[in-house]
């Protein structure tokens, strides 16, 4: 699919960035289920001396006005900078393809176009449903809670989801952390769990790039069609074959570098996303500083595995 100029001059920004360091292109708030506002979570990243930061939230382009408007306040006060932070306004959508719940980040040049919170808004539609539905079932499995119904409204530009729904529980004394309402209660498997019905990869990655958007595959490693090991010869022919088919679908590039991943990995998604001509990005996948299941925001010196994946891969050629 071919991209246009301005899809092509994002792309290299975000390639480039991520090869210079100090990037982070994976970032939530609490219009999804981050602990922060955007304005907190952008004046984190210039506190950090990021060169370049995104905010992705999950199914929600709700909080890129207020980063917006954050990004143009820091501006004015930071006037003397040489160097000033680049915001990329972006999402994380999640998705469906191979029968694998997949997440795709789109980034965006300047505010994302409404043909793409028309898009998002069918999708939070289905997420009201799926929260009612899980609300309901923890109910009716004993689990006294203090609200009667998921605190949103079809106004709201908030998503409220699972984890959520697992804070709640804590807040309620059913557990003790997030992580145990997840495991014993929430998780696929687990009777309060809802299967979500999700876009397929082929709508969203056609939607995006009609809103000229940039289209990333998010934290591959995460994902069953992910070798555990680079001796998988199958598993990493399996690899190949996904980013091939996701490519054909209108894909960009791949978040090589994600503030969970091994440097083993990281490696193996360079090397394919450069034999198949796909950018690459880095992101932390932050969700706030009192969130102990991501990794922090990175900061100005952070080259996430760059010098060891760029000298093995001048190794090989």
């Not at 899809?7 to 975000?14: G, R, S, W």
């Not at 979570?41 to 506190?47: G, N, P, Q």
């Not at 034999?275 to 991501?294: C, F, K, R, W």
Request: proline share 3%; glycine share 6%; hydrophobic share 40%.
């Amino acid at each position: 699919m071919k991209m246009s100029e301005k899809q092509q001059k994002l792309a290299k920004f975000l390639d480039q960035s991520t090869l210079a360091g100090g990037a982070d292109f994976h970032l939530h708030s609490n219009f999804s289920d981050g602990l922060e506002s955007p304005s907190e979570v952008l004046t984190r990243a210039w506190h950090l001396g990021l060169r370049a930061m995104a905010l992705t939230d999950h199914d929600t382009l709700g909080g890129i006005s207020e980063a917006l408007e954050m990004q143009e306040s820091l501006t004015r006060e930071n006037s003397e900078l040489k160097e000033t932070p680049v915001f990329v306004a972006g999402i994380e959508v999640s998705t469906r393809f191979a029968d694998t719940e997949m997440h795709i980040l789109a980034f965006f040049s300047e505010k994302p176009p409404e043909s793409m919170y028309k898009f998002i808004k069918q999708m939070q539609l289905e997420r009201r449903l799926r929260n009612k539905k899980m609300v309901r079932k923890v109910q009716e499995l004993g689990f006294d809670l203090s609200i009667s119904d998921p605190p949103e409204s079809e106004q709201d530009e908030e998503v409220w989801g699972r984890v959520h729904l697992a804070r709640q529980l804590v807040r309620d004394g059913h557990f003790k952390s997030s992580n145990e309402a997840f495991k014993k209660l929430l998780s696929p498997g687990q009777a309060a769990y809802v299967p979500r019905q999700h876009f397929t990869a082929k709508e969203t990655l056609e939607t995006i790039n009609a809103a000229n958007g940039v289209a990333v595959l998010a934290h591959p490693h995460e994902y069953k069609i992910c070798p555990e090991s680079l001796e998988d010869e199958d598993g990493i022919n399996l690899l190949t074959s996904v980013f091939k088919d996701l490519k054909a679908l209108g894909l960009h590039g791949v978040e090589a570098f994600h503030g969970m991943v091994g440097a083993d990995h990281a490696f193996l998604f360079y090397r394919l996303a450069r034999e198949l001509n796909l950018i690459v990005t880095q992101g932390s996948d932050d969700h706030g500083m009192a969130d102990s299941s991501h990794v922090n925001m990175f900061t100005r010196e952070t080259n996430l595995y760059r010098d060891f994946v760029l000298s093995r891969a001048g190794s090989e050629e």
